[in-house]
């Protein structure tokens, strides 16, 4: 295949096409039509009618500016007012923002009008000249080039040269270094929680320690760590790990057997945490069983050791191992694998 | 006599008598027929719970049993409670109209006492959660901000960040609580309705649900204002991108169209 | 002209003030040199062309609002507890960041007003920018000399979206929050050094105090910097390169028709600036966004439905709802494809469209300048992968918001979900086809209008009774806007045996693209436009209808 790339016509054929045998050719470019006024450049009296409204426009404007700044000062900030047919909204935003938009609208609509009436509207043809440089211009360019790099001697002392690409390509490697301390190692963050063993799980509604019997068959509760409180400093991290739902299913509806040895009486627990991205899942549906993820809809199925039925979820919802004791739930161990989304060391 | 004769032959006086007699009639029956029964428990309650049963019989029996046992078509109700239907009926879900993915709010066509009597009869049949007073979801005595709270941890998810309602798997939804009867929030946090999970009084005490409806009322009532302007459904970034598409996007390109237009000519003559 | 020539010369001596300030700028910075290329530079008129303005404007109103923005909210994530005017916050713990949105919103004058344009005028930002680069691809103004400026603008576009991300994400609100937990599960899912890049990322484990700091500084400076140099850039491409301009009388690839820089298009541009901003500030006294009062802080355990990001992004939300579970485990190691693949389609959809004027100028071998914008009905295989490209996008963004699709038109999710999956597949090829079929049809039918000219709408009852309607010819410049365009022959390999008798080998790629090449100008993808000789015999014969 040739470079010349004979199949397109020349640039300068294109170009020359209106040209060419014009008078022969019904579809040559009949080029620039006359300029034809605008009523404005003959008669001066919608000339002076077009100016009105353009100085119109620029005065309303102002009013708007003038409006603004006495809204501002005149509306109480927690005024709400009635507005057909937007409805309950703040006055002061409303009126604001309106004045602002009249204000800024009006300026803009008066130069566009004045440009469009009063302004030549003659069309101009403005000559294209090709990026690319002449020949002339190239061939002094890469002589310079040649010369500046003959001088410099870059190619000739290949020690300079090397040693300068070895310092360049090792310098950066301080800005990595000084990356170091935006975080602490993962070591074994990702695969521990705050729950182990004889920690009561506490209703997070409530934050009082959950018994078997405030958990009926059909309900949806969180709980959280005994101990953990919303005051703490690190509670978001925590319960970022911690949160838990627990749902009461009939045992003889429990399907999957490490399920049932880990639930007490039907109560079941699992993680918040979805094992996709990490949101909490929670859209429990107590007839089903099934609980939907509201970011991404992975459906997971409680009664089936939470396994993934369908969306983007790669794995079951960790459960977690919980009895009874002195009266109240509370866990047997930490969850035994990682919660929430999965990373590539998780195994 | 005479006078009573010439009364008998008054033209209104077989009216009376015939009104007599149906009086004596429906008295009689009132205090014998079913005499048997009401000298059992003769208060008001029973009363409902018999006009609630034959209710029962006529609008739920087919799909839930003529006992409230159950059938293929409709779960049990013994032990759902009074509060379940009330919920259930006071909004139009029961009677079902259809089969289908979920039972669709609709207008309900049951006055206030026969939901009442409905209401006696279903929780005549099994201990369930009985229909709360106004004392227990008015918003008096609530905290708005604790409601708001607990909605985002407990309701949210399924419901929306101000109750617009939102989907869930296979066709089935979490309709929108605008609008809805306080009383019927409250009933379904309760009862759990149809796929939502029960939230029981060990779930969320008594004063949990108080503050979560009262967090409903200021959030999405009737009144409820939205500073910034229209609420674009409250639904998000989703109704927020279209609307930046049709009229903020729209709005700049129609001010671009009437900028470039070419202005108009004189008429050539 | 002249007079006013002679008339500062003059008053040479005195000069105006103006002329001395101006004098003493030139000494400087050279202004007259300047202003002589680019005073009177021409520029076409056509409200596409203005789509790319709207986008600059927004920009600009983002930055002006932003600054304003950052003098009230405090990027940081120290826990306080609300005390502020909106009552049904009050006692709530949120982060710094929640609160000063609230305080912008609600104890401001105004602040609420400026929150909104700025987030409004996000929106419309990056809507114009779409639009805008769709407006170029469609027409072909992305080919030689304006590559360069192509990648310019996709970059914009691309930051533009992460800026955006970002700057959704400082509120710290529920929803944001929950977009940022989203990024976390994104960073876990890479491969070897996921955990190490989300704890150093995030200054520890999710949340931990840094992502909002961090993510304010990327917002605020490093992204919004990168893109001012790219922008100026593309706008300096712009006055370098010169307008394209669409086909018509006296338009050739040499020149360029409109009207010059001042005034008119100073007083056009810079009236459209205000016309912009003007229609953004209704927006935002009109139409509430992201509220974020309503919509509460973020905690980790708590979420909502309908948890979607910022149009811009529903696309690679689409990707990754859309997405099925798979995940490899092995060697105890683990791959998240849930998340890996979206991620990974997601740039590639994107750079499918960016790298597309290089795939064209290749495979049409076109080293020419163009500066005449295609109809795209002319350009049949360019339209047609436009608007596949533009149905996988938007079933990806159908995907993104899959529930409210399944409340609001009573679907289910499941269904939704099974039908982008594969509609993101057999979507843009059937809208390939159907594009370039109704694309030929349209190239069929300007053909029949330059030899049998325009349907009039006027019935004629011939004398023995026949109905005709009657066809008006068109005038030049129609028929030169419908038969301007070129038609070549597609690149041949040429023979298979050379003038001595050896056979020629040909590499794979230039197979290719003799193949693809076909796909442009080959028989099937092209309506030979009239010729002058068909237009004549038909004029010439008998009376057109």
Known sequence: MSETEENLPSERDVAHEGAVGKADNPFADPGLPAHEHRIQDIDERAAKRSERTVAMLFLVSMLATVAFIASYVAIPIDKIVYIFPIGHVSGLNFALGLTLGVALFCIGAGAVHWARTLMSDEEVADERHPIEATPDVKAKVLADFAQGAKESQFGRRKLIRNTMFGALALVPLSGVVLLRDLGPLPEKKLRTTGWKKGIRLVNQSTNLPLRPEDIAVGSLTFAKPEGLEESDEDFANKIAKDALMLVRIQPQNIKDKQELAWSHEGIVAYSKICTHVGCPISLYEQQTHHVLCPCHQSTFDLSDGGRVIFGPAGHALPQLHITVKDGFLEAVSDFAEPVGPSFWERG | MKKLSARRRHPLAALVVLLFALAVTGGLYAAFAPADKAQADDTAQSLAIKEGKKLFAVGCASCHGTGGQGTSDGPSLVGVGAAAVDFQVGTGRMPAQQPGAQVPRKRNIYSNAQIDQLAAYVASLGPGPSVPDKSQYSAAGADVAKGGELFRTNCAQCHNFTGKGGALTNGKYAPTLEGVDPKHIYEAMQTGPQNMPSFGDGTLSPQNKKDIVAYLGAVNGDKTASPGGMELGGLGPVTEGLFGYIFGLGACVAVAIWVAARTTKAKKS | ?545
């Open chain 3, 1 to 545: 002209m002249s007079n006013e020539t002679t008339a500062t010369t003059e008053r040479r001596g005195q000069a105006p003030r103006g002329e001395r300030i101006a004098d003493w700028a030139d000494g400087r910075l050279g202004i007259y040199s300047l202003a002589k290329a680019n005073m009177r530079k021409i520029f076409p008129d056509h409200w596409s062309f203005m789509l790319g303005e709207v986008a600059l404007y927004s920009f600009i109103i983002i930055i002006l609002t932003g600054v304003y923005l950052t003098l009230f909210f405090h990027p940081s994530m120290a826990e306080v507890t609300y005390h502020g005017s909106y009552v049904p916050m009050h006692g709530i713990k949120m982060t710094q960041a929640f609160e000063s949105t609230l305080n912008i919103s609600f104890d401001v004058r105004g602040g609420l007003l400026i929150r909104q344009i700025h987030h409004w005028a996000a929106l419309v930002f990056l809507a114009a920018m779409m639009v805008h680069m769709m407006r170029v691809f469609f027409t072909g103004a992305f080919r030689k000399p304006r590559e360069v400026n192509w990648l310019f603008g996709f970059l914009l576009f691309v930051l533009g979206m992460f800026t955006g991300f970002t700057g959704y994400s400082l509120p710290d609100d529920l929803l944001s929050g929950t977009g940022v937990r989203f990024i976390e599960g994104v960073i876990l899912a890479m491969p070897l050094v996921g955990s190490y890049l989300q704890m150093f990322i995030f200054g520890g484990e999710f949340p931990g105090h840094d992502i909002i700091p961090r993510f304010f500084t990327v917002h605020v400076l490093l992204l919004p910097g990168i893109m001012l140099g790219l922008l100026v850039a593309h706008l300096i491409l712009v006055f370098y390169h010169k307008h394209t301009q669409f086909p018509g009388a006296g338009k050739t690839n040499n020149n360029v028709v409109g009207m010059p820089l001042l005034p008119v298009y100073m007083a056009k541009a810079g009236g459209f600036f205000f016309l912009v901003f003007g229609v953004i500030s209704v927006i935002a006294a009109v139409a509430s966004i992201n509220p974020v009062w309503a919509i509460g802080p973020y905690r980790p355990d708590q979420v909502s439905t309908g948890a979607q990001p910022d149009w811009y992004m529903g696309f690679a939300e689409g990707l990754v709802r859309v997405m099925p579970g798979w995940e490899w485990n092995f060697w105890g190691h683990t791959i998240n494809f849930g998340v890996l693949i979206p991620i990974l389609v997601f740039p590639l959809v994107l750079v499918a469209i960016a790298v597309y004027p290089f795939i064209e100028s290749w495979v049409r071998g076109d080293k020419r300048e163009h500066h005449i914008l295609d109809r795209p009905r002319n350009v049949p295989t360019r339209t047609g992968f436009g608007v596949a490209w533009l149905v996988a996008y938007f079933v990806m963004l159908i995907g993104g918001g899959n529930d409210l699709w399944a409340t609001h038109f009573h679907l289910s999710i499941n269904s939704i979900t099974w039908f982008v999956r594969i509609a993101f597949f057999v979507g843009p090829v059937l809208a390939f086809i159907a594009t370039k079929r109704i694309c030929l049809g349209l190239q069929r039918r300007d053909k029949d209008k330059v030899l049998h000219g325009r349907e009039s709408g006027i019935i004629k009852r011939l004398p023995h009774g026949e109905f005709i309607e009657v066809h008006e010819p068109l005038n030049q410049e129609q028929l030169h806007v419908l038969t301007q365009h070129e038609q070549p022959e597609p690149l041949e390999l040429g023979p298979e045996v050379d003038e001595n008798g050896v056979r020629r080998k040909f590499k794979r790629s230039q197979k290719l693209r003799a193949k693809l090449s076909k796909g442009y100008y080959g028989e099937d993808n092209v309506i030979p436009k009239p010729t002058v000789e068909e237009y004549k015999e038909i004029t010439s014969g008998h009376g057109h209808h």
